[in-house]
């Protein structure tokens, strides 16, 4: 029998895959130029010669900030960096067993209850702002304290002295970051702030496109991104490159990577469905780091080495490069940093361009609702009679 598909008839890409889902002026992948385009910029550029939270600003707000308008918006981040009470409150509620990711979205979404009913569901321009900075302020609170409290470490607040990254290093690991750490760290949250239309950024548009609120939709996202074939991928990275470590190192890590892919298992960190076969421009900036911090680790050179001839066999066996998740997996071990932090902190840094998006989608709004191709049966009656 011929399925009446209907309209979506020909339309059909699995996983959306090279569909428009939106018109954007936030961002874009020029894959042909291996650029990263955000607000007419090179992503590449901005992370080299730029702090986060300029960039956020630009992400946000459209244009680079002026010194008056960094200043402003730096003390905002600064003011607005603490967390209210009731969330260490909340967070102690939290089974011990709670993932950091887990902890960090129900933290969000615990927030919306603090904004004014009123404003909360405001989805004008400057409401949407207004709220998605108090956000973006909140989040290495957030992500830092998800992290202490699951791991029964006690909360820390943070450093009114401190500038954005810094800030959230400190709230981390407890002390001052030093420069090397401040500044490579800054630069990967710049690498993570804007990706065009990955599946959390999608997810956090189709949620407010119902008109739903930003809390909403970044809680959204953070489930989205969780996943092993999204951000998740940064702790898989790690934990992979541990375990090449743990069975003999360098060594061992071509016969690693071939084992996997006989069983056609995947190798965290590697293909992307925009780059395919070509280099996520990320990678290649935050690779250059790698030499300069393995030093700070005892097992780092191996842990490079190994990196490094895992790198080789993808590109000989399957023809596939890294994506940002692959270097920035070995910079934040390399740094210290747990690794059940590395897809929250991704979350935090992406929390700018979130923001931008749904205050995008809330601008010109249209309700994302596509169509099936239906493939099950037809003409079924609950009496069992034809
Ligand atoms: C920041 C980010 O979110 S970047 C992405 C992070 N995710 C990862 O690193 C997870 C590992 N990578 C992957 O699973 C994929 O490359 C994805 C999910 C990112 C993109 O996948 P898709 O565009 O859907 O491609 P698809 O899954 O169809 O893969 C195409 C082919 O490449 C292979 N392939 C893709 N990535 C990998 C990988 N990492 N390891 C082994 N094989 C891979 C697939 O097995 C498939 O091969 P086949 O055609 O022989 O079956
Ligand atoms: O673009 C994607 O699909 C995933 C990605 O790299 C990101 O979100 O940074």
Not at 301 to 326: C, H, S, W
Request: with cysteine.
């Amino acid at each position: 029998m011929a399925l009446p598909i209907g309209p979506a008839e020909g339309s059909y890409s699995p996983g959306l895959e090279g569909v428009i889902a939106a018109v954007t002026s936030i961002s874009y992948l020029d894959v042909e130029h291996e650029q990263i385009v955000v607000r007419g910029y090179d992503l590449i550029e901005l992370a080299r010669q730029m702090h986060y939270p300029q960039v956020a600003y630009l992400v946000i707000y459209g244009s680079l900030p002026s010194a008056d308008e960094l200043a402003d918006f730096n003390r905002t981040l600064q003011e607005q960096a603490a967390l209210p009470e009731a969330a260490y409150r909340l967070f102690q509620l939290m089974p011990r067993t709670t993932e950091v990711m887990d902890a960090q979205r129900t933290v969000i979404s615990f927030l919306a209850g603090f904004e004014d009913p009123a404003e909360l569901r405001d989805p004008s321009m400057q409401a949407n702002l207004t709220k998605g900075v108090r956000l973006l302020a909140r989040m290495p609170a957030i992500t830092a304290n998800a992290y202490r409290t699951v791991h029964g470490l006690p909360p820390v607040e943070p450093d009114g002295e401190l500038g954005f990254s810094e800030n959230f290093l400190y709230m981390i690991t407890g002390a001052r970051p030093d420069a090397q750490a401040a500044r490579i760290f800054d630069m990967s949250l710049t690498c993570y702030i804007e990706h065009e239309m990955p599946n959390s950024t999608f997810a956090a548009r189709v949620i407010a496109s119902t008109l739903s609120d930003i809390y909403g939709a970044v809680a959204g996202a953070a489930a989205s991104l969780k996943g092993p074939l999204h951000g998740g991928a940064n702790e898989a990275v790690a934990h992979m490159l541990l375990e090449i470590l743990q069975r003999g190192g360098a060594s061992v890590a071509e016969a690693y990577v071939m084992e996997k892919l006989a069983r056609k298992e995947r190798i965290m960190g590697f293909g992307h469905r925009v780059y395919m076969k070509r280099y996520d421009p990320r990678a290649h900036l935050m690779k250059d780091y790698i030499p300069q911090l393995a030093g700070r680790r005892p097992e780092g050179p191996e842990l490079y080495r190994i990196y490094q001839t895992v790198e080789q066999v993808m590109l000989r066996e399957k023809g596939l490069f890294p994506n940002a998740d692959y270097p920035v997996g070995l910079i934040y071990l390399l740094l210290g940093i747990p690794i059940d932090l590395y897809t929250p902190i991704f979350l935090a840094a992406r929390t700018a361009g979130l923001v931008a998006h749904v205050a995008e989608q809330h601008a010109n709004n249209r309700l994302f609702r596509p169509r099936v191709l239906y493939q099950g049966p037809w003409g079924r009656h609950p009496n069992g009679q034809p």
